[in-house]
């Protein structure tokens, strides 16, 4: 088993932006990939971003590229989500998620591909 735990979340003015963190323990040497996803109101959650915890290999969502960013630090066991120029429609709980399993990229943009949800962290972007 793997824990996850996001932080970092809060309330951004039209253009502006912050980082979120997740710190994952437990089983971390079974994570292929970590991913962001996000929900809003009334919307089925979507996938955001995602990594790979070996080779940094990144994909986006279409609306989020150019302005968001994640990495990971493998020695603190941390994937971060930096998000920058945030809209409105930015706004949403974010997750993170872990995936114990190898596929192609692309599958990880599918919820069903991930074994671990953190908890959520709201991100709230005001015009």
């Known amino acids: 088993q793997a824990q996850l735990v996001e932080s970092g979340g809060g309330a951004v003015q039209d253009g502006g932006s912050l980082r979120l963190s997740c710190a994952a323990s437990?089983?971390?040497?079974?994570?292929?990939?970590m991913g962001w996803f996000r929900q809003s109101p009334g919307k089925e959650r979507e996938f955001v971003a995602t990594?790979?915890?070996?080779?940094?290999?990144?994909y986006y969502l279409d609306s989020v590229k150019g302005r968001f960013t994640i990495s990971r630090d493998n020695a603190k066991n941390t994937v971060y989500l930096q998000m920058n120029s945030l809209k409105p429609e930015d706004t949403a709980v974010y997750y993170c998620?872990?995936?114990?399993?190898?596929?192609?990229?692309?599958?990880?943009?599918?919820?069903?591909?991930?074994?671990?949800w953190g908890q959520g962290t709201q991100v709230t972007v005001s015009s």
């Open positions: 998620a872990a995936a114990s399993s190898y596929t192609i990229i692309y599958s990880y943009t599918q919820e069903g591909h991930y074994d671990y």
């Open positions: 437990g089983r971390t040497s079974s994570i292929y990939y």
């Open positions: 990594i790979s915890w070996s080779s940094g290999s990144t």
